[in-house]
């Protein structure tokens, strides 16, 4: 019986001796990370946003390419799945306006129109490239593709007439307080 066990328990140790020199431990793991973020620019804004939507949009693609003298087909296919933030905003930086003392009256000029701005989290889901991988060039595009599905859905759901009505809503209490101190307020579009 000790025959049996002593080498047993040997060819154990011996065993572990190897697998960790073999496999190593993760105590010598080495993780080498490296980031390097570039401030590209900084700009002031005066944008007044009115209005907040949340969409949810699956985007998906389906290509197909034939080869070989147009006899073998070949289909990539991509799903996005795209959540995003959409915002209506103005750009007051592009309103102007004039102070007239004498009159008491105060000129909004160049009301801008209002714009949508996409704050999009996407993550690509089932990329099946078959033969051919999709490029760089290609993803790019779906990006953008799904991010101006994401704009359009905006403008279509009523936001920007929203805006505009908060818009109003903002002017009117302008108009109030400055009616209350005996000022006029004039809009020219």
Do not use: C
């Amino acid at each position: 019986m000790k025959r049996i066990i002593l080498p047993a328990l040997l060819a154990l140790v011996i065993g572990l001796l190897l697998g960790k020199m073999v496999f190593g431990s993760k105590s010598n793991k080495v993780v080498k990370e490296e980031a390097n973020t570039i401030l590209k620019q900084i700009e002031e804004v005066n944008k007044l946003i009115s209005v907040e939507g949340s969409f949810a949009e699956v985007y998906t693609l389906k290509e197909t390419q034939k080869l070989f003298f147009d006899l073998i087909p070949v289909t990539k296919k991509a799903i996005i799945i795209a959540n995003a933030k959409a915002y209506v905003a103005h750009d007051l930086q592009k309103m102007s306006y004039e102070l007239d003392e004498a009159k008491k009256q105060v000129i909004l000029k160049n009301i801008p129109e209002p714009e949508i701005i996409i704050e999009p989290d996407l993550k690509f889901y089932d990329l099946q490239d078959a033969l051919l991988p999709f490029t760089e060039e290609e993803l790019t595009k779906m990006n953008t593709r799904a991010v101006d599905i994401l704009r359009e859905k905006a403008r279509t759901e009523g936001l920007i007439e929203l805006a505009e009505q908060n818009l109003e809503l903002n002017l009117s209490k302008i108009l109030f307080v400055a009616e209350e101190l005996g000022w006029e307020v004039i809009v020219i579009e």
